[in-house]
């Protein structure tokens, strides 16, 4: 699947970095499955929940190892929908982009961790993975 995403957006995926993070994109290295997070689709979105501290996401960011793990959650990941793809592509892409936000901004002002390059104002989700993902596609990606 990394090799996939990779393969069709990540030509993209460092467009989008690069208008997004503006002039700290140039402090983000250039995003390849070489230096990709781990991806870990073994839980589900109740799972993530409870990972996440609430609620039924269909895809988390945490650690573990050198480049971090990216969760989408198995319900999604084995889903069958005409957009299931776009959404494990967008949850990718939305997780990796709140792991590079929360390395090159380790402290933030409380409440914004994740949320530096984001948009304060959308209705739909603040943070900076949501902008990549809305860069990306055009919008959030949906079961």
């Known amino acids: ?14 467009a989008c970095i690069n208008k997004v993070f503006k002039g700290d994109a140039a402090k983000v290295p250039t995003q390849t499955i070489l230096n990709a997070p781990a ?8 799972q993530l ?12 960011s945490g650690e573990g190892g050198p480049t971090d793990t990216i969760y989408v959650a198995r319900d999604v990941f ?3 929908t005409p957009n299931t793809m776009n ?4 949850t990718y ?13 380790p402290s933030p002002p409380p409440g914004t961790l994740g949320r530096t390059y984001g948009n304060p104002n959308d209705p739909e989700d603040t943070d900076t ?3 990549v993902e809305k860069c990306l596609f055009g919008s959030l990606q949906w079961p």
Do not use: S
Request: proline content about 2%; aromatic content about 8%.
């Open 129 to 131: 993975g949501a902008a």
């Open 39 to 46: 991806l870990n689709v073994h839980r589900t979105r109740r």
């Open 1 to 14: 699947m990394k090799k996939q995403f990779y393969d069709l957006h990540g030509a993209a995926l460092n």
């Open 78 to 80: 084995n889903g069958n």
């Open 87 to 90: 959404t494990i592509f967008g």
């Open 93 to 105: 892409a939305h997780e990796l982009a709140i792991i590079l936000d929360i390395k090159l901004n």
């Open 49 to 60: 929940g409870r990972l996440a501290g609430g609620g039924r996401p269909i895809g988390y």
